[in-house]
């Protein structure tokens, strides 16, 4: 393991990191140790390989060693606050921005998945610790970048990776740091402003169309935008709209 303590030349919140070569889960590891962060800093934990990768819905998540990103931010919120699971979103609008300046046109499967070409290149899985005063926000993020086509065609969705679309590889901290950078500005901003500051660039960036067919669980309806909140808005067969602020589009 190894730890650094860093701040980033843009007006941005200071950030500790831990990195290791192997690890069972990032985000099973910051909530097994989260007593231990600086309250007032984001604690970064990333990893070479994960061993027990999880995804959302108790799902694995593949993770081959020194091929793709693995990274799980943990910080600390004040538990009053009601827009807690917007910070997922604000983590991908991250993600979007830094794949943007790469020359990746990548778009966002409502909550949080992050899609090239339709297929899936990263997922988000946020967790939450009630903690003493404070919420304890456990973010992680598993990102695509050098996985192969055969790794690839073994997931059981459509997958890819910045390799599979381009054919050469990357530097992961070259993908990693500038993310790390854009999430840890737009993190104090929401902190400080709330998700309306970022609710245009999020309905922008989704790839859902107005009255495609959804289905979220065991509810369908059409889709019809995204609410200020960051909530689905879809469209009942009985004509009225709903809200939806958790689950899967299948």
């Known amino acids: 393991m190894i730890k650094n303590s860093q701040s980033f030349k843009q007006k941005t919140m200071k950030l500790d990191s831990f990195h290791f070569d192997t690890i069972g889960s990032t985000n099973t590891w910051a909530k097994e140790n989260y007593s231990k962060f600086d309250r007032h800093r984001i604690t970064l934990i990333t990893a070479d390989q994960q061993t027990a990768g999880r995804g959302r819905h108790k799902r694995t998540w593949m993770s081959p060693e020194k091929q793709n990103i693995y990274a799980t931010f943990t910080f600390f919120m004040d538990p009053s606050r009601l827009d807690i699971c917007n910070v997922p979103q604000i983590l991908a609008l991250s993600v979007q921005e830094t794949l943007i300046d790469k020359g990746f046109d990548s778009q966002i499967k409502w909550p949080n998945d992050i899609l090239l070409k339709k297929k899936k290149l990263g997922g988000i899985l946020c967790e939450t610790i009630a903690d003493p005063l404070t919420v304890v926000v456990v973010l992680g993020l598993g990102l695509n970048i050098n996985m192969p086509m055969d790794l690839l065609e073994t997931i059981d969705q459509p997958a890819t990776s910045l390799l599979a679309e381009v054919g050469w590889t990357y530097n992961l901290q070259s993908i990693l ?74």
Do not use: C, W
Request: no cysteine; aromatic share 10%.
């Open 177 to 250: 740091k500038p993310l790390v950078g854009n999430f840890s500005k737009n993190l104090e901003q929401f902190l400080k402003e709330g998700f309306s500051s970022f609710v245009d660039r999020f309905r922008q960036m989704i790839i859902h169309q107005e009255n495609d067919l959804l289905k979220i669980g065991n509810q369908t309806g059409r889709f019809m935008g995204i609410a200020d909140d960051g909530a689905l808005i879809i469209k009942m067969d009985n004509g009225e709209n709903q809200k939806i602020y958790s689950g899967e589009i299948l």
